[in-house]
């Protein structure tokens, strides 16, 4: 079944302990991309990829890290996460050169206290 | 920058209505997408468009790109509580990344 896998989908931590939330997709997609979404913020964009080895920032990067070495893998990075990073992140992907039409992840709830 | 203005922000309807909803932009987009999003998941593609004017539908949603490529509209006809969730628009920006409308939340009144 084609899908973009994310974990951990629940996670409670504190400031400033490092976590990873990996995501995967078995499509083959060249383009992959980080979205944080808030009450009455909408979606915004963190961090994407083109492909391997290509990633630019979003248009809320600060805080967050990421890493393209293969194809299907897009982890992102909270090295010292705060509180104000307490969100529902969604990994997606698309086949497509650019965004085009992305798949979703099924996000991944962090609460930072 | 690019904004994308999308209304109404919420609607409560009854079974069986039919529902509107549209997206405007300040500037010209070459593409629109529309996506649903249910409770506890991700965002679903429902509905691509590539040309301005163009009508374009699945099952009882039905989308079209406005002739000024500024703007588009969503609409579900005979809704179901199936229906529910926030349904989003969004667009390309020229560095080729989405932008998205704030989304508008459709509630069925038991």
């Known amino acids: 079944e084609a899908q973009v896998t994310q974990n951990p989908r629940y996670l409670i931590t504190v400031t400033g302990k490092k976590l990873t939330v990996t995501c995967s997709q078995n499509m083959n997609h060249e383009y992959m991309s980080w979205y944080r979404q808030d009450p009455g913020l909408g979606l915004r964009q963190i961090y994407y990829?083109?492909?391997?080895?290509?990633?630019d920032k979003g248009d809320v990067p600060e805080g967050y890290k990421v890493s393209r070495k293969e194809k299907r893998n897009f982890p992102l990075i909270l090295e010292s996460p705060s509180p104000n990073q307490t969100s529902l992140y969604f990994c997606?992907?698309?086949?497509?050169?650019?965004?085009?039409?992305?798949?979703f992840g099924e996000g991944s709830r962090l609460t930072v206290l | 920058g690019q904004q994308l203005n999308q209304s109404p922000q919420s609607m409560f309807i009854q079974e069986g209505e039919d529902v509107s909803m549209n997206c405007t932009s300040s500037s010209i987009f070459n593409t629109w997408l529309w996506y649903k999003q249910e409770p506890g998941e991700g965002p679903v593609l429902l509905i691509a468009l590539y040309k301005a004017g163009e009508l374009t539908s699945n099952g009882r949603l039905t989308a079209q790109f406005g002739i000024t490529r500024k703007d588009s509209f969503l609409n579900i006809s005979a809704s179901r509580p199936s229906d529910v969730g926030i349904y989003f628009c969004?667009?390309?920006?020229?560095?080729?990344?989405?932008?998205w409308g704030a989304g508008t939340k459709l509630i069925i009144k038991p």
């Open positions: 997606a992907s698309s086949f497509k050169g650019g965004p085009g039409e992305l798949f």
């Open positions: 969004a667009g390309p920006d020229s560095n080729y990344q989405l932008i």
């Open positions: 990829s083109m492909n391997v080895e290509v990633t």
